[in-house]
């Protein structure tokens, strides 16, 4: 496969080292050893560049053929009963609430009344702010989370003829001649 030349020299794919990550079927070597010697999975890009569709759809049927599964640095068989893949799961669970990671378990009526909450304290700023107290609160009740647009507030509109009066300190007709 031709690689197009690339101008900058510190790119993977110029380095004499990317010749280790060439096609060769079941014996490809699909890891990147980086600058400082750690040795990880190639990324993607590097993938994509290095081996055709046709190369890349071929190693990923090799590694479905592994039948090998690995959880948090843990590798476990396929063939494995479903019982063990679960209790792994479940352990490393345990030990990202322990962490302070959480679930992705909602407690929607703490996300309700926290959503309430918050409107309430906005409302009663607004009000505290405007110069009447008069609001005209619009609620969109569509999306079912009842957020707020933002408060309008009742006061006449200024007229052009008014704003020019402001900030010219003359009359509007007066500026037009005919």
């Known amino acids: 496969m031709n690689l197009p030349v690339l101008e900058n020299t510190r790119i993977y794919l110029n380095r004499h080292d990317s010749n280790r990550n060439k096609f060769n079927g079941d014996k490809t070597n699909e890891t990147y050893k ?12 590097y993938r994509n560049q290095l081996y055709s569709e046709e190369q890349r759809e071929q190693l990923w049927i090799k590694k479905l053929n592994k039948e090998e599964l690995w959880i948090m640095g843990e590798k476990l068989k396929q063939t494995d009963n479903g019982e063990n893949i679960f209790k792994t799961l479940e352990y490393y669970r345990e030990i990202n609430k322990r962490h302070g990671y959480g679930s992705d378990e ?4 703490q996300i309700q009344y926290e959503e309430a909450r918050r409107r309430l304290l906005n409302e009663t ?8 107290g008069q609001l005209n609160m619009e609620t ?6 009842g957020k707020t647009h933002k408060p309008t507030q009742n006061r006449p509109k200024k007229n052009k003829n008014e704003i020019a009066k402001q900030i010219t300190g003359k009359d ?7």
Do not use: F
Request: hydrophobic share 30%; no cysteine.
């Open 34 to 45: 980086t600058r400082t010697g750690h040795e990880i999975n190639l990324p993607i890009y």
């Open 106 to 109: 909602k407690n929607w009526d």
């Open 125 to 132: 700023r607004l009000k505290n702010a405007s110069p009447a």
């Open 140 to 145: 969109d009740y569509g999306n079912g989370r």
């Open 172 to 178: 509007l007709n007066d500026m037009i001649e005919i």
